[in-house]
């Protein structure tokens, strides 16, 4: 957090008035910002066909962004400025934009779009709301869904500065606690296979053979044999496009709610030369059983396929989220990311998956799955990055993919045919579980991810088969032919485990999206791996005290052990007979800047099992948006209480239930005897606080 003593002619945003234009507030994080010095981007007020785009004389047209309504064009780096004032002065242009970089992010460019997010403190009214908007020449549009108080503005043509300052104006006012401008960052799906053919699917099931251990697959057989998977459970494959004309996406009822965000319409099929890493996806998770072809983990099932936009801005993500809420979705799979070395999510997007998981299924929740990523790097953490050419990263770098982290996401790393760690596969604290998929020919590092096709290589041979899956029809796609063996990456290993999710529904449909969760991660097969990351030497498959591993998660899936557990679950009928109570009134200080934040604990003795959950807590701190809250369970499982949305308030008594915070639902049915802690850590230096007290109410 900025020194609010230590500004210049910025108000009181926390951010120097020098560096109101590159600071990028973002899920209470500050980002730094770096002009492009090659391109800019306008808003132009009429239509125009494209190929008249190419005519203006003040650049080369390079692209659309549709869902924000801009071109970019590009220009000699020392001619920027004055090609853009020649934009903002013809009559065609309603705005023009800088197009920004993520400082240490290469490749990843930021496009502004004329909406800013803003989150006001309790009791500020309408009023107030309108003469804050008006002063900085906003247009409120809509409430965000999910947040108090919180609600999208239009930057009008009158405003006389771009989205990002004014944010950063907003951030100093006392009425507002957070404020975001919209931003579009590419989409990037996590893999192109490159990997040999190889006929069979042996991910499903096997017996062993050359590159196959045991173990390996993920037992689909047996678990077959209480379901193939039902209609009425719906998985959602958010992807680059799907070529539905596929014999094994065929049959009645297969297809539900396609949706195609790119063009707006409802056929999200591939463009022309589009490889479709959809179309390899949707495969994996719920290819039809019909005699030919493959089989998909899940072939009963249904797909509902949503093409996206191609990036990543607030309403591109929550339009995917309420596409899939609205229309029936109970697993969403996603194999993509941001294309960025460190991305949090905004407000919005947090919020809009944060809806998914805990309004999707009539309530029960959409079991929501993200690729951690092909980077072989932290999904959230610090690297020595060295070796690579021209130093593009160098010395201690921070990575963080925002989709993997969030609290109600499952991420996905990927084991190889060996059950090794496939050696791209990114790992860290948040991995839930892994799946089969492919490994990394040496020196092929990942070239489709931009700022990865210079990465430093491993230079030893790598084992492990690909994924047999369906790929486009005919010459199209990843190989001649209606099929590809040479899919892989996280992005094969997260439709695998979207379809043992569907599997586990099909047995259960009243189970809630924690419980899904719990039972993948209960049932899973605890692989091993004690040889070194042959890239960066780390020794991380094996599990700790708590039964995770940071290449593995929880292990790998078993579909047999999970389904075979959703069936023997049954809805409890019992109801709570008395309240156990505990507190702590010790204070705490809660250390500054510091990961490992601090521990308060309460002792329960009763050993019933929970039916309800309560916990009050009591916190002043200088600037509660530094700090995140945590409770966890005497069988170790943590739930994020709080995040990092609270901006500048100062105190903090607030009560968290399972009805106003749905991620307590998965401390239901356990024990409640044993340890309780309240962790409290504070990500960002300067500012400091106390834990006064905290509750805990138990039903039991």
Not at 73 to 96: E, H, I, K, Y
Not at 159 to 164: C, K, S, T, V
Not at 476 to 491: E, R, V
Not at 508 to 522: H, M, Y
């Amino acid at each position: 957090m900025n020194d609010p003593n230590n500004l210049t002619n910025s108000g009181n945003t926390g951010v120097p008035a020098s560096n109101l234009g590159i600071v990028l507030q973002r899920g209470g994080e500050e980002l730094i910002l770096e002009k492009v010095l090659d391109r800019f981007s306008v808003r132009l007020s009429t239509d125009i066909p494209r190929e008249q785009l190419s005519q203006f004389s003040w650049g080369t047209w390079h692209q659309s962004i549709p869902q924000a309504r801009l071109e970019v064009f590009t220009v000699v780096p020392n001619q920027l400025d004055t090609a853009m004032s020649q934009a903002r002065a013809d009559q065609n242009v309603a705005f023009a934009s800088h197009i920004y970089k993520l400082k240490d992010n290469p490749g990843t460019f930021v496009y502004l779009n004329d909406q800013i997010t803003i989150q006001f403190a309790n009791g500020v009214d309408a009023a107030k709301i309108n003469a804050l908007a008006t002063s900085f020449n906003l247009v409120q549009d809509k409430p965000v869904l999910g947040l108090p108080n919180t609600f999208v503005f239009l930057v009008s043509k009158q405003a006389q500065e771009n989205p990002i300052k004014i944010a950063n104006q907003l951030q100093g006012i006392k009425e507002v606690l957070a404020a975001e401008p919209n931003i579009l960052v590419r989409q990037e799906t996590h893999y192109k296979p490159r990997d040999p053919l190889y006929p069979k699917q042996w991910y499903l099931n096997h017996n062993g053979s050359n590159q196959l251990a045991a173990g390996s697959h993920i037992s689909v057989e047996s678990a077959w044999d209480i379901t193939r998977g039902v209609r009425s459970v719906v998985v959602a494959v958010v992807d680059d496009s799907f070529d539905l004309n596929h014999p094994d996406f065929q049959g009645n009822g297969k297809i539900v709610a396609p949706r195609d965000l790119k063009e707006n319409d409802f056929l999200p099929l591939p463009d022309v030369e589009e490889t479709s890493h959809g179309t390899a996806c949707a495969g994996l998770a719920v290819a039809e059983e019909n005699g030919k072809g493959i089989v998909g983990v899940a072939p009963g099932c249904a797909l509902m396929p949503i093409r996206t936009t191609g990036f990543l801005d607030d309403e591109s993500i929550e339009d995917i989220f309420n596409w899939a809420i609205e229309k029936g979705a109970s697993v969403i799979s996603c194999s993509w990311g941001a294309s960025a070395v460190y991305f949090p999510l905004s407000l919005r997007q947090s919020a809009a998956i944060t809806r998914a998981a805990t309004k999707g299924r009539n309530g029960k929740g959409c079991v929501i799955l993200f690729a951690a990523g092909n980077a072989n790097r932290p999904i959230s953490g610090t690297v020595f990055e060295r070796n690579w050419p021209k130093n593009l990263l160098s010395g201690d770098t921070d990575w963080l993919s925002g989709f993997a982290v969030h609290a109600d996401v499952l991420a996905i790393s990927a084991a190889n045919s060996l059950a090794k760690k496939s050696a791209y596969s990114n790992w860290g604290e948040n991995i839930a579980v892994c799946a089969p998929s492919n490994n990394a020919p040496p020196g092929m590092w990942f070239q489709d991810q931009g700022f990865m096709e210079t990465q430093p290589a491993i230079a030893t041979t790598l084992s492990g088969l690909g994924m047999l899956t369906t790929d486009q029809l005919g010459a199209a796609g990843y190989d001649a032919g209606d099929f590809t063996s040479n899919f892989g990456g996280t992005s094969a290993a997260t439709p695998v485990v979207a379809g043992v999710a569907a599997l586990i529904l099909s047995a259960n449909p009243d189970l809630t999206a924690k419980q899904v969760r719990r039972i993948l991660q209960e049932t899973a097969d605890k692989i091993v791996d004690t040889n070194p990351d042959p890239q960066l030497g780390f020794k991380e498959g094996t599990y700790d005290s708590n039964g995770h591993s940071q290449w593995f998660g929880y292990g790998k899936v078993n579909a047999a052990k999970a389904v075979q557990a959703a069936q023997q679950m049954r809805a409890g009928t019992s109801t709570a007979t008395k309240q156990v109570k505990g507190r702590n009134d010790s204070k705490l200080g809660i250390p500054d800047n510091n990961k490992q934040g601090i521990k308060s604990a309460i002792a329960i003795s009763e050993a019933s099992l929970i039916q309800d959950i309560q916990i009050s807590v009591n916190i002043t701190h200088d600037f509660l948006g530094d700090v995140e809250i945590y409770v966890i369970a005497p069988n170790n499982q943590p739930v994020l209480l709080q995040n990092r949305t609270l901006g500048r308030r100062t105190n903090l008594q607030a009560t968290y239930t399972v009805r106003s915070h749905p991620a307590l639902k998965q401390l239901l049915s356990i024990s409640a005897k044993g340890n309780w802690q309240l962790q409290i850590i504070d990500y960002v230096p300067q500012d400091i606080g106390q834990l006064n007290s905290w509750e805990l109410i138990l039903s039991v």
